[in-house]
């Protein structure tokens, strides 16, 4: 062994041996320390604690304070007229408004940071109080790093403790139809005339006021509004006025707990007239329609939907008052603000005489909606708007039975339905759609929250009731939902709770509860195709799509499905009840070559395939008796089957077959979705060799319908019965349009008849 590695090894336990030493001295050390320390029983070392704030929230508004009353005046300082004085010049339009809100509120966690939604406001004053003493704050304005209003305070609030802040602010009347917003109109002198109103939804409250602007959080608003002499405000509730220093003060009377999102008022000349039979609701419009009579549809119908409401729900309009005002500009087309509907101006206004026989179906079906809101938004609101369906889907398909109740004339209730089915159909078979229970976290920013309000949460909000409304029958349905408002009347819910109502109505045992339904269908995106096989009954599904529909395995839907035989009346089964493998299905098998109709009367969100058996019999039996189906399932084969051929589910002639029967068809569903269909194939062969022929084609289909309203059509004249005038229109428009001679030649003869002499043409059918 070399001399090193000797020397090395004796460093080395050295090493070691001192090593051992140090450790033991230590350990020694703490064992005495410890000894002699119990004896001193020193006091605790003070907390270490940091002065850094925590961050703000990001998008949403914490929970550790929450409102329970506001006291808010706003004045508006806009004029009704820009009067012009000699010299040609005059003031220009004002477009401030200045206000105060006191927020009176609960503290729920301890806290020194109030946060609020404020946007575009200029704030010129806080002040916090408890009992009387004033608690020092300052402020910062929402800034690129965060988007809330923030009043930190030099000492904490305390949980369980009742607060007040005060602010006063200023802000700009908008000119984008949003928040409070200016609007102009021309009156009968021809002078530009101005009016205020506002549009808070979903997140524009924020704009007119610093406020906790979350449909959880409501509160009691208690407004003043201040305005010009010779002008009028409305708002939420009723109200007494006063003048002070040139300026009218209308103070309302406190509204119930209600979200941010339904605060509204309007300032303008408009004039009103009163409801018959129910004084409380008065209808608002330009001076020279209400004197003209325009409103007086509105204003009669309203009633009969009112009492629909009422006795459907069990639950009395309970506000005092009721106004409906129709504005020159407003987007959307309305907006069910409680106590104070604001409208299009066009789409509430009915003058006889002058405007188509069939808008008054567009004012009864908008009345309608928003009506129904002031049950399902205004008294029971979602929590938050990824369950915005629960509003939208409601006022929905509460319309269908409003309108039927209010103008049983129309006779127009399977229209709407199968309306609203066909866009939700359209926009769910997309890849961009999206559940209508969207996960919280996805819908956050004012942004995601407006793209909430599409075809999926109204549309298809509305067949998904219908569906459960089916399922359970109608009796129990009315009965949970009103058990439902009843017990969260002024609160907050999410679907669970709808659905634990509507079981605890049903009552029933069945394979599957009322929310194991009912999940799937609200909380995934899109719809199944059911595909049926009648020669061994192997009935299975899988999410339609018109750009993919290979089989997603991780979707499934339990279907309940209603069908018939050519021999047989309608029945009932499951379908996946508890997942979704093949079920061969014994009731499906064709027997004695009967066919099989499934979803009988569209109830079930879904559509249906079929082997091309089935399919051949289904299509004969249209071409031979076609009132043995239904209609609305004749509208809907026909559409079942142009949509799964643009999905390559069929094929093409088998689609074009499935408009034969239309030669011998007078109801408009069918023809309705054979028109809009077709019109894929017209803009897909306008400029081909294909488009001739298709011409030849509908001519011949549809001079059946024509010479059915032909008599009427000829001397300018529409069907009596209000349901038929939409086949009349669809007649005219479908044979003139591919060049039906008797169409043109009738055409042409109005024409000439106008242009002679305008004042003998009297034709009522309008669009």
């Given at each position: 062994m070399p001399p090193k590695s000797i020397t090395s090894k004796v460093f080395a336990v050295a090493f070691i041996v001192l090593t051992i030493l140090v450790i033991s001295a230590v350990i020694a050390m703490i064992v005495v320390y410890s000894y002699q320390i119990k004896s001193l029983a020193p006091t605790e070392p003070p907390p270490i604690t940091t002065t850094t704030p925590a961050p703000p929230?990001?998008?949403?508004?914490?929970?550790?304070?929450?409102?329970?009353?506001?006291?808010?005046?706003?004045?508006?300082?806009?004029?009704?007229?820009?009067p012009v004085e000699v010299n040609g010049t005059g003031p220009n339009q004002t477009m401030l408004f200045n206000g105060t809100s006191t927020v009176y509120f609960h503290c729920l966690e301890e806290t020194k940071t109030i946060y609020l939604n404020s946007v575009d406001l200029k704030i010129e004053k806080s002040l916090?109080?408890?009992?009387?003493?004033?608690?020092?704050?300052?402020?910062?304005?929402?800034?690129?790093?965060?988007?809330?209003?923030?009043?930190?305070?030099?000492?904490?609030?305390?949980?369980?403790?009742?607060?007040?802040?005060?602010?006063?602010?200023?802000?700009?009347?908008?000119?984008?139809?949003?928040s409070l917003f200016i609007s102009t109109y021309v009156d009968g002198a021809n002078t530009e005339r101005y009016l205020v109103a506002t549009n808070m939804q979903p997140t524009e409250a924020r704009n007119t006021?610093?406020?906790?602007?979350?449909?959880?959080?409501?509160?009691?608003?208690?407004?003043?509004?201040?305005?010009?002499?010779?002008?009028?405000?409305?708002?939420?509730?009723?109200?007494?006025?006063?003048?002070?220093?040139?300026?009218?003060?209308?103070?309302?009377?406190?509204?119930?707990?209600?979200?941010?999102?339904?605060?509204?008022?309007?300032?303008?000349?408009?004039?009103?007239?009163?409801?018959?039979?129910r004084e409380e609701i008065m209808t608002y419009a330009r001076p020279e329609a209400t004197a003209a009579g325009e409103t007086q549809y509105a204003a009669?119908?309203?009633?009969?939907?009112?009492?629909?409401?009422?006795?459907?729900?069990?639950?009395?309009?309970?506000?005092?008052?009721?106004?409906?005002?129709?504005?020159?500009?407003?987007?959307?087309?309305?907006?069910?603000?409680?106590?104070?509907?604001?409208?299009?101006?066009?789409?509430l206004l009915y003058k006889e005489g002058v405007s188509s026989l069939l808008h008054k179906e567009v004012v009864t079906s908008l009345i309608a909606h928003e009506l129904a809101h002031?049950?399902?938004?205004?008294?029971?609101?979602?929590?938050?708007?990824?369950?915005?369906?629960?509003?939208?889907?409601?006022?929905?398909?509460?319309?269908?039975?409003?309108?039927?109740?209010?103008e049983p004339s129309f006779k127009i209730k399977d229209v709407l339905i199968m309306k609203d089915l066909h866009r939700a159909f359209m926009e769910d078979a997309l890849e961009s759609s999206h559940p209508l229970s969207v996960p919280v976290q996805d819908v956050?920013?004012?942004?995601?929250?407006?793209?909430?309000?599409?075809a999926i949460t109204y549309n298809k909000g509305a067949m998904v009731l219908r569906m459960l409304t089916d399922?359970?029958?109608?009796?129990?349905?009315?009965?949970?939902?009103?058990?439902?408002?009843?017990?969260?009347?002024?609160?907050?819910?999410?679907?669970?709770?709808?659905?634990?109502?509507?079981?605890?109505?049903?009552?029933?045992?069945?394979?599957?509860?009322?929310?194991?339904?009912?999940?799937?269908?609200?909380?995934?995106?899109?719809?199944?195709?059911?595909?049926?096989?009648?020669?061994?009954?192997?009935?299975?599904?899988?999410?339609?799509?018109?750009?993919?529909?290979?089989?997603?395995?991780?979707?499934?839907?339990?279907?309940?499905i209603n069908y018939m035989t050519n021999s047989s009346d309608s029945a009932s089964l499951w379908l996946n009840a508890k997942g979704q493998e093949p079920e061969a299905k014994?009731?499906?098998?064709?027997?004695?070559?009967?066919?099989?109709?499934?979803?009988?009367?569209?109830?079930?969100?879904?559509?249906?395939?079929?082997?091309?058996?089935?399919?051949?019999?289904?299509?004969?039996?249209?071409?031979?008796?076609?009132?043995?189906?239904?209609?609305?399932?004749?509208?809907?084969?026909?559409?079942?089957?142009?949509?799964?051929?643009r999905a390559k589910l069929v094929s093409v002639t088998l689609a074009l077959n499935a408009t034969r029967f239309l030669r011998k068809e007078t109801s408009f569903l069918p023809w309705e979705s054979a028109v809009k269909n077709l019109e894929y194939f017209v803009l897909m062969f306008d400029r081909s060799e294909v488009y001739g022929p298709i011409q030849v084609y509908l001519q011949e289909q549809v001079r059946g319908l024509y010479n059915y309203f032909k008599n009427l059509t000829d001397v300018s004249e529409v069907p009596e019965d209000h349901s038929l005038q939409y086949n009349q229109l669809i007649a005219i428009e479908v044979a003139c349009s591919n060049g039906l001679a008797e169409c043109e030649e009738m055409a042409a003869k109005q024409y000439a008849d106008w242009m002679n002499n305008s004042t003998i043409n009297n034709f009522t059918v309008q669009q």
């Amino acid at each position: 062994m070399p001399p090193k590695s000797i020397t090395s090894k004796v460093f080395a336990v050295a090493f070691i041996v001192l090593t051992i030493l140090v450790i033991s001295a230590v350990i020694a050390m703490i064992v005495v320390y410890s000894y002699q320390i119990k004896s001193l029983a020193p006091t605790e070392p003070p907390p270490i604690t940091t002065t850094t704030p925590a961050p703000p929230p990001r998008n949403r508004l914490p929970k550790n304070v929450v409102p329970e009353r506001y006291e808010i005046v706003l004045q508006p300082q806009f004029y009704t007229e820009i009067p012009v004085e000699v010299n040609g010049t005059g003031p220009n339009q004002t477009m401030l408004f200045n206000g105060t809100s006191t927020v009176y509120f609960h503290c729920l966690e301890e806290t020194k940071t109030i946060y609020l939604n404020s946007v575009d406001l200029k704030i010129e004053k806080s002040l916090v109080m408890h009992k009387g003493r004033e608690i020092k704050s300052s402020y910062i304005l929402p800034n690129e790093s965060n988007i809330f209003l923030e009043v930190e305070l030099t000492e904490s609030l305390k949980a369980g403790e009742n607060y007040s802040l005060f602010l006063a602010f200023q802000g700009d009347i908008s000119r984008n139809l949003e928040s409070l917003f200016i609007s102009t109109y021309v009156d009968g002198a021809n002078t530009e005339r101005y009016l205020v109103a506002t549009n808070m939804q979903p997140t524009e409250a924020r704009n007119t006021f610093p406020c906790f602007d979350e449909p959880e959080m409501k509160a009691v608003f208690h407004v003043t509004i201040i305005h010009r002499e010779g002008t009028k405000a409305l708002g939420n509730m009723k109200s007494n006025s006063n003048r002070k220093n040139g300026w009218e003060h209308t103070e309302f009377v406190p509204t119930p707990r209600m979200s941010t999102y339904l605060f509204a008022f309007a300032v303008s000349e408009f004039t009103s007239v009163k409801s018959p039979g129910r004084e409380e609701i008065m209808t608002y419009a330009r001076p020279e329609a209400t004197a003209a009579g325009e409103t007086q549809y509105a204003a009669n119908i309203t009633v009969k939907i009112l009492d629909f409401y009422e006795t459907y729900f069990g639950i009395k309009y309970n506000l005092g008052k009721l106004d409906q005002i129709a504005l020159p500009d407003l987007y959307p087309e309305a907006m069910e603000n409680w106590g104070l509907i604001t409208y299009q101006e066009g789409s509430l206004l009915y003058k006889e005489g002058v405007s188509s026989l069939l808008h008054k179906e567009v004012v009864t079906s908008l009345i309608a909606h928003e009506l129904a809101h002031q049950w399902f938004g205004n008294l029971v609101t979602m929590k938050w708007w990824n369950e915005v369906w629960l509003n939208e889907g409601f006022a929905t398909y509460m319309t269908y039975f409003a309108v039927d109740a209010a103008e049983p004339s129309f006779k127009i209730k399977d229209v709407l339905i199968m309306k609203d089915l066909h866009r939700a159909f359209m926009e769910d078979a997309l890849e961009s759609s999206h559940p209508l229970s969207v996960p919280v976290q996805d819908v956050q920013t004012s942004y995601e929250i407006s793209e909430m309000f599409d075809a999926i949460t109204y549309n298809k909000g509305a067949m998904v009731l219908r569906m459960l409304t089916d399922y359970v029958k109608e009796s129990v349905f009315q009965k949970g939902i009103t058990a439902y408002l009843k017990a969260f009347k002024y609160e907050n819910t999410d679907q669970n709770d709808l659905w634990k109502y509507i079981q605890e109505a049903y009552d029933e045992n069945d394979v599957i509860t009322i929310e194991e339904f009912m999940h799937p269908w609200t909380s995934q995106t899109g719809y199944p195709v059911v595909t049926i096989n009648t020669t061994n009954g192997v009935t299975t599904q899988k999410r339609f799509l018109f750009n993919d529909t290979a089989e997603s395995r991780d979707l499934w839907w339990p279907i309940r499905i209603n069908y018939m035989t050519n021999s047989s009346d309608s029945a009932s089964l499951w379908l996946n009840a508890k997942g979704q493998e093949p079920e061969a299905k014994t009731d499906f098998i064709s027997k004695d070559g009967d066919w099989i109709l499934a979803n009988v009367n569209c109830t079930g969100y879904y559509r249906v395939n079929y082997d091309a058996e089935n399919w051949a019999r289904l299509l004969t039996q249209l071409e031979t008796n076609l009132e043995r189906i239904p209609v609305m399932n004749r509208g809907q084969l026909v559409d079942d089957a142009f949509s799964l051929a643009r999905a390559k589910l069929v094929s093409v002639t088998l689609a074009l077959n499935a408009t034969r029967f239309l030669r011998k068809e007078t109801s408009f569903l069918p023809w309705e979705s054979a028109v809009k269909n077709l019109e894929y194939f017209v803009l897909m062969f306008d400029r081909s060799e294909v488009y001739g022929p298709i011409q030849v084609y509908l001519q011949e289909q549809v001079r059946g319908l024509y010479n059915y309203f032909k008599n009427l059509t000829d001397v300018s004249e529409v069907p009596e019965d209000h349901s038929l005038q939409y086949n009349q229109l669809i007649a005219i428009e479908v044979a003139c349009s591919n060049g039906l001679a008797e169409c043109e030649e009738m055409a042409a003869k109005q024409y000439a008849d106008w242009m002679n002499n305008s004042t003998i043409n009297n034709f009522t059918v309008q669009q």
